[in-house]
């Protein structure tokens, strides 16, 4: 439409067009509003057809100015908790003064054009006062209920931001937490194996371009996220050595469902760090993955060398509470994390409502 709007007269035409289709609704309101009325006047009192239309226009001209003054300039000025009583006396004002303009005009048309009109101007001017003051209310009533909801939806989008915007910041926070647990682990290969470190280094590129691109969006399949899991499971193994005891298990019915992206991996992460160092026993790490009905757990378990030790410190640990806060964001009231931290065992149950 730009690229057309080349002359001063095209160019108003371009306006006059935006501004119709701007307010397109109101002009089809008003339309029909005409049609309505002037048909309804001509059939009810039997008055010609130019008589009816100008009394419907005598109407238009008052109830389109109360409406419009009332809604576009007393209402975002005037109604406020402190200037209601303002408000109020000013749309009186304006309802007496477009009444009386109404009724003015009504009374000479039909005192011209009807000689046995005999009706006092009195009854015209409250008719008037009524029939204005129900159209301003209407317009008041809408306009209000208008405001409120877009209001809603405003609130809306600023609370979808907000969440979409937390998201992003506790994930971007996930990547270096777990960059640094496993370069750390790679380097620790290194010295012991640099063969196998050159495997886990292999390891750790797919899953560096597994959160690159494959967490991007809010949601993932599981089968993704458990081959992501089980590589950091194999990393974390490679270097604990032989002094891990690892019983890890997925039943079969976990497949085909979403699931959040790094949802798991803090908590399996918290049971190698945390995991005892026993020198004359086992040092265990239980990780359990099962699916049922629509309820799917991740139950995951490490051995602690003392009561409320360092494994029940990882509870306040920036990995830990950001997934109670993605969990409360993504899966509200679908959700239950459970933290136990027992004499010899510190237990998180992850359990997840999916629909």
């Not at 371009?14 to 609704?25: G, K, N, S, T």
Request: proline share 3%; glycine share 4%; hydrophobic share 45%.
């Amino acid at each position: 439409m730009d690229a057309v709007c080349v002359t001063g007269f095209s160019q108003l035409f371009c306006i006059m067009a935006r501004f119709l289709f701007r307010y397109r609704m109101h002009f089809l309101f008003w339309v029909l509003y005409f049609a309505g009325w002037t048909l309804f006047s001509v059939r009810m009192y039997h008055s010609s057809f130019w008589l009816a239309l100008g009394v419907t226009m005598t109407w238009f001209l008052g109830q389109t100015s109360l409406v419009y003054l009332t809604v576009y300039f007393l209402m975002p000025r005037f109604l406020k908790p402190r200037r209601i009583w303002l408000f109020l006396l000013l749309l009186v004002g304006c309802v007496f003064c477009s009444a009386t303009l109404t009724s003015v005009g009504w009374y000479f048309l039909v005192i011209k054009n009807v000689p046995s009109f005999s009706l006092p101007f009195s009854s015209l001017f409250w008719y008037a006062v009524m029939g204005h003051s129900y159209w301003v209310f209407l317009a008041i009533g809408i306009a209000i209920i208008r405001e409120r909801l877009r209001n809603d939806r405003r609130k809306q989008r600023i609370e979808k931001e907000h969440i979409e915007n937390e998201l992003r910041f506790l994930k971007s926070q996930m990547n270096p937490h777990f960059l640094f647990n496993a370069i750390n682990s790679i380097y620790v290969l290194i010295k012991k194996d640099p063969d196998l470190a050159e495997h886990t280094l292999a390891r750790f590129s797919d899953m560096l371009r597994y959160q690159l691109y494959d967490c991007a969006t809010d949601f993932i399949p599981i089968e993704k996220e458990i081959t992501y899991l089980e590589n950091y499971i194999r990393m974390e193994q490679l270097r604990k050595g032989p002094a891990l005891s690892l019983d890890y298990l997925t039943d079969e019915e976990v497949r085909q469902f979403s699931i959040a992206p790094i949802l798991l991996i803090p908590l399996v992460e918290n049971a190698f760090k945390y995991v005892s160092s026993y020198t004359d026993r086992d040092n265990q790490i239980r990780i359990r993955l099962s699916f049922s009905g629509s309820m799917f757990m991740l139950e995951c378990s490490n051995s602690v060398e003392e009561p409320g030790g360092s494994s029940a410190r990882s509870a306040g640990g920036i990995g830990l509470e950001n997934v109670r806060r993605r969990l409360q964001l993504l899966y509200p009231s679908r959700h239950t994390l459970d933290i136990i931290s027992g004499s010899e065992y510190y237990t998180a149950i992850l359990k997840l409502q999916i629909i």
